[in-house]
């Protein structure tokens, strides 16, 4: 098989292509109680004249990158394949958007027309592709960020300017905007009343820790303990203790502390969170070379200026990718906190899974996906971006 | 032993060998001489395909190498890296017995060779058979490679800058060790080096390579006196080249048998070379020479080491 | 080597030893819950019943683990057997792509990809399954590849130049030298497996889980504890059986 040169994108373009013809790229049911009948790709390539824009926004990438399957993977090429693929994605998305407000105008406002498994797997192909090319491009990560502008500045124009809105998705998120609202806003609630107070906790235990072995042990087992207890049962143990307390202090009860709801999901993603946030920042400080320290005491600095401008700037990279984990974990572990009346994202994940509604839940999952992918690469820059300040 | 015969090699379109043709001849110690880039480490890696020469053809004991698969040749031939690459999840008896046991030996005759070899290699192998490769230091560890390579028996022995990773103390110890191992076994060496002194003490036949190809083969004493050109004079440095001669040649070879001189003697085998040093070092010119029993066996001048007799 | 005290053989080392407590408080919970009743009516004086019995908490805890053993062996077969294939020269071309979907594929809730299974193939224990297999995929592949990548150059290197055949190499040289990373990737996937192996109780399958959620809905605060502390137990006794196993794998 010489003459296939890029083995990767050979292998994703095959799947695309078996995703494409077995399986429904739309769906489209004339209300949301019925299932629906699947309309598959060719089904849309074959009326040209009704999205024509689309289709060769789709088609030209697609031939683009079978094409760079035979072709030696040079860096033009590379680049090419990039563009071809979030093209591609951009092509796909539009084609199933103007496609399902065609439909709409057709079958009137209660149809649903729902985004099926050929398109999702075809969008994480074209995805996996422009990774690929990007990765064999090995570009520094301002370049990177730039090239996934290529893909989030359409489809983010083509939401706002409410392309998208025939699609089931976000008919659902039409008629519960409120309720999206206001579960973005508990669980940034739930995240940040978790993340201060494991900061304020982790940061000087870890500083206690590195000091006092007799402490960091100790610590450590018993943190590792909270971590291997999964979180539904660490929500669930909390809520007896707090019901408890309640009870007995009814001033707690006013406050807001129950049994159920924010406190126990708190208090609990608090003690998920220490862990990788001590762990980090007290490894970020014992991997600051004693050589460094014993030059700055000879040169004459007190202990609280070797810490602030010596060890912290030092221990900084490390001690953000502690915060990365700690913020990523919790978001996503929230999503489970909706169980005990917490609220968020989860409410509306839940809501969907009991009742079989796969857009509920994407509207559910899709938020929490994106804010923890959005957090990483942002803690992400951030780390690099102080990487050469530090080891100037 | 080994023959390669117009054999070229290319990474990515840049030729690593160039045409190159050599024999490797049974029993000889052959030593690769070259600078880094010089195609030296791809050169030994090809006698063994760890990388594959593009063309020409590479015949080891008669047939073609690509004739056999390659674990076979390797089996055949002992392989000893500078990083030496003891897996560390085994002990050293069996790490030696790597080999052995590929070729399925039974168990006592495994017992045995580990250690024949140990003892071979100064290692005491009841103390260290049982130890793990962290547990030693890098000569030791270097000891064990060397082993391991010889424990199949092969028929040549491979070796990729062996000592470069030692302290120098270490590795002169470790070059008498294979200089010794030579003359006892007979094995066929051949050994990959930029050391110059290395080579000129080791080798009874020195490869020079440059870009690929050989600018100059032959023994240690022809690559010195009779320089092919200008490289070759100037890679065995032109200015300590007449010491370095010294350096090959015995006090045997300048004996003025019969004669006498006071002082402590000094041995027949000693390079003239050190007797130079020994000369200055204690400020006279006539050394006694005794032979390995202490037995006289003559003198020798410091004028000899001129050579000016006719 | 592993400096593991040789456990077992003193009685202040097995009296130290959380492994076999935390063993027989899960075993004694799961098949004495019911003695516990009067402990539960009396934190609970409102509750008509107190102690959780739909279910036999072994039969829960059978089918629990039967998922998680189910998806993680599934997993490490998986997982494993592309760690290798990433690290072999004819599947190097897709190891940087399969390093950064396992990345970033960690950074979703594993909850994510049980919450998207359910619409495709329905309630009971097949979402739960297809759901733990895929994200359970996960740590392991990417512990494969950080072992396999672990081992030192030099041995891969003498081994090939001795003579050990690209297999021979993997089995005898690649593999026992990756194994402890191996085995802790094993170990995070599992006890995350535990995780949301119960909490997949919400669409029907029968773990641990249950009484936790059917504790909620009914608001009976005792049934929740109940499951809480079975399903803690099992994790926090696999995490340790882990530890013990990756100790012996150490001594071995």
């Known amino acids: ?392 | ?310 | 080597m592993s400096g593991a005290a040789p456990g077992g053989t003193t009685r202040r080392a097995w009296a130290r030893d959380p492994l076999p407590w935390a063993l027989a408080a899960l075993l004694l919970l799961i098949f004495g819950m019911a003695q516990l009743k009067p402990l539960f009516a009396a934190l609970f004086p409102e509750l008509q019943r107190p102690v959780y019995a739909q279910d036999s908490f072994w039969a829960l805890t059978v089918s629990h683990l039967k998922i998680v053993g189910l998806s993680s062996g599934f997993a490490v077969l998986v997982g494993v057997g592309a760690g290798i294939f990433a690290t072999r020269p004819s599947g190097r071309e897709f190891r940087p792509l399969i390093e950064t979907v396992v990345a970033s594929g960690q950074t979703f809730p594993p909850v994510a990809v049980l919450a998207v299974a359910v619409p495709v193939v329905g309630f009971g224990e097949a979402p739960a399954l297809i759901a733990l297999a895929l994200y359970g995929l996960l740590p392991v592949l990417q512990s494969t590849l950080a072992g396999i990548k672990s081992v030192p150059p030099g041995a891969n290197e003498a081994a090939e130049g001795l003579g050990l055949s690209p297999w021979q190499r993997l089995l005898h040289v690649e593999l026992p030298l990756a194994a402890p990373v191996i085995l802790a990737g094993v170990r995070t996937s599992v006890i995350i497996n535990i995780g949301t192996a119960a909490i997949a109780s919400t669409v029907g399958a029968k773990t641990l889980g249950l009484p936790i959620i059917v504790g909620l809905s009914g608001f009976n605060t005792a049934y929740v504890l109940q499951g809480a502390m079975l399903v803690g137990l099992l994790a926090v006794v696999t995490d340790l059986a882990f530890e013990r196993l990756g100790r012996w794998q150490a001594a071995v």
């Open chain 2, 1 to 310: 032993m080994i023959e390669l015969q117009h054999v070229c090699k290319a990474f990515n379109g840049l030729p690593v060998i160039d045409d190159l043709s050599l024999h490797i001849a049974r029993g000889e110690f052959t030593v690769i001489l070259g600078s880094s880039g010089s195609g030296k480490s791809t050169l030994l890696k090809m006698m063994n395909r760890l990388l594959e020469h593009d063309s020409g053809r590479i015949l080891f004991a008669g047939e073609e190498i690509r004739s056999f698969r390659p674990e076979a040749i390797r089996r055949r031939m002992g392989y000893a890296i500078q990083s030496v690459g003891l897996f560390p999840h085994w002990s050293v008896e069996k790490n030696i017995a790597t080999v052995p046991r590929l070729l399925k030996w039974p168990a006592e005759r495994v017992h045995a060779r580990v250690t024949e070899l140990m003892t071979l290699l100064q290692l005491d192998a009841e103390r260290y058979r049982k130890r793990y490769p962290h547990q030693l230091s890098g000569g030791q560890q270097q000891r064990v490679g060397v082993a391991r390579a010889l424990a199949g028996k092969p028929e040549v022995l491979l070796m990729d800058e062996p000592f470069g990773a030692l302290d120098p103390v270490t590795r002169a110890t470790l070059q008498l060790e294979i200089a010794r191992i030579h003359k006892a076994l007979g094995t066929t060496i051949v050994l990959v080096t930029h050391d110059i002194d290395e080579a000129l003490s080791l080798a009874t036949s020195i490869v020079l390579l440059d870009h690929g190809r050989i600018v100059q083969s032959g023994t240690p004493l022809q690559m010195l006196s009779n320089p092919a050109n200008d490289f070759v004079t100037d890679f065995f440095g032109r200015n300590d080249v007449g010491i370095k001669l010294l350096g090959l040649q015995s006090v045997a070879t300048r004996l003025r048998s019969g004669e006498h001189a006071g002082g402590e003697p000094v041995h027949a085998s000693l390079s003239l070379r050190d007797a130079m040093s020994m000369f200055l070092v204690r400020r006279v010119d006539r050394l006694a020479v005794v032979d390995g029993e202490c037995r006289a066996l003559g003198t020798i001048n410091f004028s000899d080491l001129l050579d000016l007799r006719p």
């Open chain 1, 1 to 392: 098989m010489h003459w296939v040169k890029n083995r990767v994108l050979a292998v994703l373009v095959l799947s695309g292509l078996v995703a494409a013809l077995g399986l429904p790229f739309l769906t489209h049911a004339p209300n949301r109680l019925v299932a629906g009948i699947g309309i598959a790709l060719v089904q849309l390539g074959k009326d040209t004249a009704a999205h024509p824009m689309e289709i060769w926004l789709t088609l030209l990438p697609a031939v683009l990158l079978v094409a760079a399957i035979f072709l030696r993977p040079t860096r033009a090429i590379q680049i090419i394949v990039y563009l071809a693929a979030t093209f591609f994605l951009t092509g796909l998305a539009a084609l199933a958007a103007h496609h399902a407000t065609q439909l709409a105008d057709q079958s009137g406002a209660i149809a649903r027309t729902s985004l099926g498994a050929a398109f999702w797997l075809l969008a994480a192909f074209s995805w996996l592709a422009a990774t690929d090319a990007m990765q064999r491009l090995a570009v520094r990560l301002l370049w990177r960020l730039l090239g996934a502008g290529f893909v989030i500045v359409p489809l983010g124009l083509m939401l706002a300017t409410g392309a998208f809105n025939d699609l089931s998705l976000l008919k659902e998120y039409a008629n519960r905007q409120d309720v999206f609202s206001a579960a973005l806003g508990q669980h940034l609630q739930i995240v940040l009343a978790s993340l201060l107070p494991a900061l304020l906790i982790g940061v000087p235990l870890a500083l206690a820790s590195n000091r006092s072995l007799s402490l960091r042990t100790p610590l450590f087992a018993v943190l590792n303990v909270i971590q291997t207890v999964p979180s539904i049962a660490l929500f669930a143990l909390l809520m007896a203790p707090l019901a408890l307390l309640a009870a007995s202090v009814p001033v707690l009860a006013q406050l807001g502390i129950k049994g159920i709801g924010l406190a126990p999901a708190v208090i609990a993603l608090t003690l998920y969170a220490l862990l990788p946030v001590v762990r980090s920042t007290a490894a970020g400080l014992s991997q600051v070379p004693q050589p460094v320290i014993e030059a700055a005491q000879g040169m004459g600095l007190t202990a609280r200026q070797i810490f602030w401008r010596v060890e912290l700037p030092l221990a900084l990279p490390v001690f953000l990718a502690g915060l990365r984990v700690a913020t990523v974990q919790t978001i996503g572990m929230a999503v489970v906190a909706a169980l005990i009346g917490a609220g968020g994202f989860g409410a509306i994940v839940f809501q969907g899974l009991l009742g079989g509604a796969l857009d509920l839940v994407l509207l559910g999952v899709l938020p929490v996906v994106a804010m923890a992918l959005a957090v990483d690469a942002l803690l992400k820059t951030l780390s690099l971006a102080l990487e050469p300040n530090v080891n100037d």
